[in-house]
């Protein structure tokens, strides 16, 4: 039952988190107030990380756990993301920079580490080796 219980959630955040890339695209498409637009993405992404993390520590109550290392690497990167790299764009957003960097480039910096998390689950599907 915790096996199925663990394909259900990750093929849940799989499917999710590869649709945030045309998601959040459309959001500030569609919506003209930027802020909300914003506001509705970040908390996307937010959930995309708690499913993620859920994933992960599904995985490590499974045998065989040790074949989910993609999954890991790609829950920390949301968590980096979600609890620290959030933190300094809004500093950055607020104040005009943050560390030096202003916010376009802390949000592409955000950008790589969720598109290297979304590889990571790319690797792990395609190798269909985390079973």
Request: charged fraction near 10%; proline fraction near 2%; glycine fraction near 10%.
């Amino acid at each position: 039952m915790l096996r199925n219980a663990f394909r259900v959630l990750f093929v849940l955040w799989a499917g999710s988190l590869w649709s945030l890339a045309w998601v959040t695209p459309t959001l500030f498409y569609g919506q003209a107030d930027r802020h909300l637009a914003g506001v509705l993405a970040g908390r996307l992404f937010s959930i995309e990380t708690y499913v993620g993390l859920a994933a992960a520590v599904l995985a490590l109550l499974l045998p065989g756990r040790t074949k989910f290392v993609w999954g890991y690497a790609a829950a920390a990167l949301l968590a980096v993301n979600e609890w620290a790299l959030k933190r300094i764009m809004s500093e950055a957003h607020l104040h005009g920079s943050a560390f030096g960097l202003g916010f376009g480039a802390w949000h592409g910096v955000s950008t790589v580490l969720y598109l290297i998390a979304c590889l990571a689950v790319v690797r792990l599907v395609w190798n269909e080796n985390f079973r």
